[in-house]
């Protein structure tokens, strides 16, 4: 075991405390009932419409660190809170967005978990999640591009223990799809050639394919990075960011040198995943499948007020909240005419009747 792991896990287990905290949000929309009968095709598809939501990522897409502020506070993945996946109760989260709209949905995560996945080895990772927590948030913490099709092969044999009403080849899902920040972070290991842009050009576009063949009348929401190597700036002379270091989290951020490979990087993965969605779309779409890049967080400043006490690297509630609002501004608006950025500023956006969730 590393040292590294070796601090995350006391830090786990001697803060089992919650600390209550809680950012409760409802969407300002009206729901508009979902279409009668449903869409047979994607670009008929209304938020209301979505009956289950999946989730692919690492700590982000996982909450961990949002709840935390002070020590004695819960150190691990507050699932419910997920911005892209969460389902606890008044949270800001694209979950609960799609139900206050309309939809009727199954798939989020709810409550916390202790951050154990990425320590297990992958072919015991899909049958070790507590499935009633995770339900269809696959994300395991620290996880790269190299563990989603792990990641994919949980939904695939959870779906229907999570709930068997969910009707595989007609519902209409939401897969949203956030990996890469652990990627970036690793950038300066030159041993790990998993996170280079030739192992992402031949890899990346497979998980596409993978989520196809696997569900079938799928939205893939590929969220776009940030700038991570801002990292670097964030909570310099506090205690959140000693922690972090101690810990090593994107040690590759704290050097000028680190942070040139990481911005280099992040333009290069978000170019595959620009193409390869495109490819996905042009080779694989079809009337029930299709990839949907969603740019909001590429032009998004990380900022110290947004992230987490804990690390000065996870987002914390204001900054989860600002995610998923921008998150959701993102689907429900037109090719084009997505934001690229989101900020405390974020205006919400309701759907109307004339909103698809693929234009
Ligand atoms: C990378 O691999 C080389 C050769 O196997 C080894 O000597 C070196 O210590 C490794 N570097 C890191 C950072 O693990
Ligand atoms: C979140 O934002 C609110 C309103 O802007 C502010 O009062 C609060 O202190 C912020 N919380 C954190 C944890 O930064
Ligand atoms: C976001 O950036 C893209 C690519 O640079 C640009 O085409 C688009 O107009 C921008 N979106 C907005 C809303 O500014």
């Known amino acids: 075991m590393s040292g590294r792991t070796l601090i995350i896990l006391c830090l786990i287990f001697t803060s089992l405390i919650h600390s209550g905290y809680s950012s409760s949000f409802i969407l ?6 979902p279409t009668e009968p449903p869409p047979t095709l994607i670009t008929q598809v209304r938020p209301s ?11 982000i897409t996982a909450g961990f660190g949002i709840s935390y502020h002070k020590i004695g506070d819960f150190v691990g993945e507050s699932r419910g809170v997920s911005w892209s996946m ?13 139900s206050q709209v309309g939809a009727t949905i199954k ?17 015991i990772r899909s049958f070790s999640r507590d499935f009633t927590i995770c339900q269809l948030n696959a994300a395991v913490s620290q996880a790269e591009l190299e563990d989603v099709q792990e990641q994919i092969q949980y939904l ?19 897969i949203n799809y956030f990996i890469g920040a652990n990627d970036l972070c690793d950038a300066c290991d030159q041993n790990r050639t998993v996170v280079t842009p030739a192992y992402w050009e031949k890899n990346y576009y497979e998980t596409l394919v993978s989520m196809k063949r696997k569900f079938p009348r799928s939205i893939v929401n590929v969220f776009l990075l940030p700038d991570v190597a801002e990292m670097g700036y964030v909570g310099i002379g506090e205690t959140c960011r000693k922690l972090r270091d101690i810990i090593g ?7 000028d040198s680190g942070r040139q490979l990481m911005s280099q990087r992040r333009l ?15 080779i694989l779409g079809c009337e029930t499948f299709a990839v949907v890049v969603q740019p909001v967080l590429s032009e998004s400043k990380i900022e110290r007020e947004y992230m987490s006490d804990l690390d000065c690297f996870h987002l914390n509630e204001n900054g989860s ?3 998923a609002i921008g998150a959701w501004n993102n689907m429900i608006s037109k090719v084009g005419e997505k934001a690229n950025s989101t900020n405390r500023n974020v205006i919400p956006l309701c759907p109307t009747e004339n909103t698809y969730l693929v234009s």
């Open 321 to 323: 909240k600002f995610v």
């Open 107 to 123: 798939g989020q995560s709810h409550g916390t978990m202790l951050p154990f996945l990425h320590f297990l080895p992958k072919s």
């Open 249 to 255: 989290f994107c040690s590759c951020s704290s050097s």
């Open 49 to 59: 419409d979505i009956k289950v939501v999946m989730g692919l990522g690492d700590s």
């Open 156 to 174: 695939s044999f959870h779906i229907p223990r999570v709930s068997p009403s969910i009707d595989l080849q007609n519902d209409w899902k939401i």
């Open 268 to 282: 290069q993965y978000n170019q595959i995943m620009i193409d390869a969605a495109a490819k996905a779309n042009q």
């Open 28 to 33: 300002p929309c009206r729901p508009i009932p």
């Open 86 to 98: 969460g389902g606890d109760l008044h949270e800001p989260t694209i979950p609960n967005f799609l």
